[in-house]
């Protein structure tokens, strides 16, 4: 069974680009979360993609977006960055109709904007 | 809304020592609860969950946790502590009702242990 992989690990941008990170969910899962962990908080919860369609939103701006392919694996874009889109981004795979909502975490991408 | 609390972001116990980690969580529906374990520069890894039945849940490296809905709360322990858990730790719910399975974190509590 393979987990839950996230790529790039690390990345640094300036202020103002775009950034796209990437998400494979685990075998079997067909829901995909994404969370933002500044430096010493708690995860936040960014969105959530269901049947390639945004099923549920946290207190992000919209120029934070996703995507969920047929496949489930997903992609987090985020545009005009700013200094305080510093964090670690995690990505969460689930399977709708489980019984605890559990969710299994990656590794996380860790995005740096100058 | 539903939040969680974590009381004390910094724990330092003794090795061998007991480990409780407190959380508590405001919902007007039991939700679903978990504790989440973070390693320096790593992703979240689940220790336990409670969900339904049995309040007292045990979850991996001799952690355990015990739901008490009448103080809305989620304690996490540990009889002893060894080395390899120091760690972040996160208290976490999940709503029953609602269709986005999303997850409420805790502020975190960093878990130092001293030789």
């Known amino acids: 069974e393979t987990g839950v992989t996230q790529s790039p690990t690390h990345l640094i941008k300036t202020r103002g680009q775009q950034v796209t990170l990437r998400c494979s969910s685990q075998?079997?899962?067909?829901?995909v979360s994404w969370y933002q962990q500044a430096l010493g908080q708690g995860p936040q919860f960014i969105f959530q993609?269901?049947?390639?369609?945004?099923?549920g939103r946290g207190n992000f701006p919209p120029r934070f977006s996703g995507l969920q392919f047929p496949n489930y694996s997903s992609e987090l874009n985020v545009n005009a960055l700013e200094l305080d889109d510093s964090a670690l981004y995690l990505c969460?795979?689930?399977?709708?109709?489980?019984?605890?909502?559990?969710?299994?975490f990656g590794p996380g991408t860790r995005l740096t904007v100058l | 809304a539903q939040s969680v609390t974590q009381l004390g972001s910094h724990l330092s116990v003794s090795e061998g020592a007991l480990v409780l980690l407190r959380c508590n969580y405001s919902?007007?529906?039991?939700?679903?609860l978990f504790w989440y374990v973070q390693y320096p520069n790593q992703g979240l890894q689940l220790l336990l969950k409670?969900?339904?039945?049995?309040?007292l849940v045990k979850g991996i490296n001799g952690f355990e946790a015990e739901f008490k809905k009448s103080e809305t709360s989620f304690h996490l322990t540990k009889p002893s502590a060894h080395m390899s858990d120091a760690a972040e730790y996160f208290c976490?719910?999940?709503?029953?009702?609602?269709?986005?399975?999303?997850?409420?974190f805790g502020s975190g509590t960093r878990l130092s242990i001293r030789p």
């Open positions: 075998s079997g899962h067909n829901t």
């Open positions: 919902s007007s529906v039991p939700p679903y």
């Open positions: 993609y269901y049947r390639e369609e945004e099923n």
């Open positions: 409670y969900t339904t039945g049995a309040t």
């Open positions: 976490a719910v999940s709503p029953r009702d609602s269709s986005a399975s999303k997850i409420i």
């Open positions: 969460a795979s689930s399977l709708v109709g489980g019984l605890s909502n559990e969710q299994f």
